[in-house]
């Protein structure tokens, strides 16, 4: 989704551990892959990258209760493995300003670093030969709702909710994953109801809607970039 940041006490302490140590060894394996390519003219996409997915991340969507993260058109302009560099820095970041737990850094890292792997594959790997801007929607509609149900199945097995079938054991509401919102942590377990919809209807429209902005913005960009500088959509730029 765009995006959900799980907060601190959510997750098992081992589950978080694990995603901690996931989360640096695929960054050793990042910057190691990074150092034998030449990146040097992509170091300042990267800083530039990092800041708009910073800046993005903590402005929500008007009454939508998402926000832009653009890690897909991250992963397009400066690739899979400082894509995966941007992300983690971007998290910590957030963390200390408590979007997002900063035990939850790990597992927050690995799903927004599997976006930008995501959206780099599917455009410029699988989807290659599509039309531009079909590959740009199509890509980032792709990842974030492959990583979106991938959060949720952490969540669900990590805490049992899915055996509470969406309930909890006291209340009188349905619950969901409630996605981000700017300045605080995100509450996981939370009544969820949008447009006088209530439960899994309310939580799939603001999936849906999340991904389509996601996606429409990213295709913006990306058609904006192949006017004024069509080379960052190559997947060799600046090597």
Known sequence: MSHIHLPDGVLPVGWWLLAYIAAFIWLAVALR???????????PFLAAMSALML?????????LPVHLNLAVLTGIVVGPWLGFVAVFVVNIMLSFLGHGGLTAVGINTLLTGLEVVLGWWF???LLLPWRLNWRAITATGLALLLT???????VGLST???ELGWHGPDADHDVAIEPATAGENEIIAAPVEFLGLSGITAFGLILILGLAVEALATWGIIGYLQKVKPELLLEDTGT
């Open 160 to 162: 049992g909710i899915f």
């Open 33 to 43: 892959q990074a150092e034998a390519e030449r990146v040097r003219r992509k170091l």
């Open 148 to 154: 979106s149900a991938l959060a949720l199945s952490v």
């Open 123 to 125: 455009y410029h790997r």
């Open 55 to 63: 800046l993005t991340m903590g402005v929500p969507l008007g009454p």
